[in-house]
């Protein structure tokens, strides 16, 4: 299992209000273009494959995979949620449950067992500054506390490797001990990101496409021909990278994000995206469906 996951994702409707829908559909191939994806998700097309999550829940933000427990961590306007690992889970156990305080959970990303990084909003009685800046738990989300920030930061994007982290709060940085930040590369507002073992690709999701860095992020360039991707995921241990589209179609990348292949799809409104060597997690519509085909198929588990 992965030592690490990061992921923190807007909706469609969230992605087109944006401009992503219409600045992606001139990068798309005609019969994959974004607005005719829009078209289609508007005709009401919902994923219900995969484990249903909590109406409570109400959107998602980020998903993850504990690597000591092997639980699927669903982060949350509501807080973390976690669902039973795929090969633990039994009959009776398939309801997702609540931990830890009620936080609308922004960026989110796993460093290892019970050890999380997160950011957001303090919701109900949870007495957090608001934002909380970049927050940590080391209980599997039981508790949670301020490592920087607070009060000043809302980071939309977490991505972690190694001790590196990037985070986008309307400004790309990196740290490498939770405290002091560096400033990235000014002109990316990035949805969501993914990050390389060694920390020197950085692959981001933004309003003009997928760009990608091989310098740590200092400069980032346009994918030339890639897909309007969403959500992206690095799968630990190698250069392949998984990204999903704004109209649910799953691609995979093996050369660090600089080409795309498609490998399937999940309907509905891509939410959040886990990806290691063992399976794929992506929530779209309040469900968490599992693929071990590389996106080919997708299932409860």
């Given at each position: 299992m992965r030592s690490r996951t990061r992921t923190r994702t807007r909706t469609l409707s969230v992605l087109a209000a944006t401009g992503l829908l219409a600045v992606a559909a001139a990068c798309a191939e005609p019969e994959e273009s974004v607005h005719a994806q829009a078209g289609a998700d508007a005709e009401g097309v919902a994923n219900t494959v995969g484990v249903p999550l909590p109406e409570e829940a109400q959107h998602v933000h980020g998903v993850?995979?504990?690597p000591g427990s092997g639980k699927v961590l669903v982060?949350?306007?509501a807080g973390l949620f976690t669902v039973p690992a795929p090969d633990r889970l039994t009959r009776e156990a398939t309801v997702p449950a609540h931990v830890g305080p009620a936080i609308d959970l922004m960026g989110f990303t796993v460093r290892g067992p019970d050890h999380y990084l997160a950011s957001g909003h303090p919701e109900g009685d949870t007495e957090m500054p608001d934002p909380v800046g970049l927050i940590e738990t080391r209980d599997g989300g039981g508790s949670w506390e301020a490592l920087s920030l607070a009060g000043e930061s809302d980071f939309h994007a977490l991505a972690s490797a190694g001790d590196l982290v990037v985070g986008f709060d309307?400004?790309?940085?990196?740290?490498?001990?939770?405290?002091t930040w560096t400033d990235l590369a000014p002109d990316v507002e990035a949805f969501d990101l993914a990050v390389s073992d060694d920390g020197s690709t950085v692959v981001a999701t933004t309003g003009r496409g997928p760009v990608r860095s091989t310098d740590g992020g200092a400069d980032f360039a346009v994918v030339e021909g890639a897909p309007p991707l969403a959500l992206v995921d690095w799968v630990p241990g190698g250069e392949t990278v998984f990204g999903v589209a704004v109209d649910g179609g799953v691609y995979r990348s093996t050369d660090a994000g600089g080409t795309w292949e498609r490998t399937g799809e999940l309907p509905g409104n891509p939410e959040a995206l886990h990806a290691d060597e063992d399976q794929l997690i992506v929530v779209a519509d309040l469900h968490a469906a599992r693929s071990t085909d590389g996106g080919a198929t997708f299932d409860a588990w």
């Open positions: 993850g995979v504990d982060a949350s306007h309307g400004v790309l940085r990196s740290t490498e001990d939770g405290a």
